[in-house]
């Protein structure tokens, strides 16, 4: 009998995308989500796990954490089961790696990087039913021009993902 990995838990997730040996698989993942935006030729794996600035903060736990050779830095979450609160979890997510930049000190000239956030999700998004692919990005409301491109939000979401094998 063959043995495969289970994509939709913590342990199969991160054994595909979220290992140093494995770590083409993620580059060509996202080179594939970005294409005509960026391409990635390298990335190094952080720690997962960053811990509160503050006694009684919270801290933050993410499935992959990895920044590019530009010092761009990718947040890769796999959310198997809905959560109420999952968009203001990723805006969360996305806003630490943002603050985590800040220099100290009075000179600080606020030269922050770009935080991806892809989130794999194994089930629908309220208001958005049907589409497998959301991207949100900081843009004016009028105009549809970006405001910033420092915050970008990829959201997947696999139930709407229904191609057979052949396609």
């Known amino acids: 009998m ?7 838990t913590d342990v199969g997730f991160k054994r595909i995308f979220g290992q140093a040996i494995h770590k083409e698989l993620l580059i060509d993942f996202l080179n594939d989500l970005l294409v005509g935006e960026k391409r990635i030729t390298d990335i190094t794996f952080l720690d997962k796990e960053l811990l509160p600035d503050f ?9 992959i954490y990895c920044t590019n050779e ?7 979450e796999m959310q198997n ?3 109420t609160f999952f968009r203001e979890r990723a805006l969360y997510y996305l806003s ?6 800040g220099e100290r000190g009075a ?3 606020f030269n922050l990087k770009a935080v991806y956030g892809i989130f794999f999700m ?6 958005s039913p049907g589409k497998f692919r959301t991207d949100i990005v900081l843009s004016d409301r009028d105009t549809n021009e970006v405001f910033s491109d420092k915050l970008r939000f990829i959201f997947l979401q696999l139930p709407c993902f229904t191609k057979e094998e052949d396609e």
């Open 55 to 63: 006694s009684g903060d919270r801290g933050v736990i993410y499935d």
């Open 70 to 76: 530009d010092g761009e830095q990718f947040i890769v």
């Open 81 to 83: 089961r809905e959560q």
């Open 107 to 109: 000179e600080w000239k």
């Open 96 to 101: 630490q790696a943002i603050a985590r930049q």
């Open 2 to 8: 063959a043995r495969f990995i289970n994509p939709f």
């Open 122 to 127: 194994n089930f629908h998004l309220s208001h």
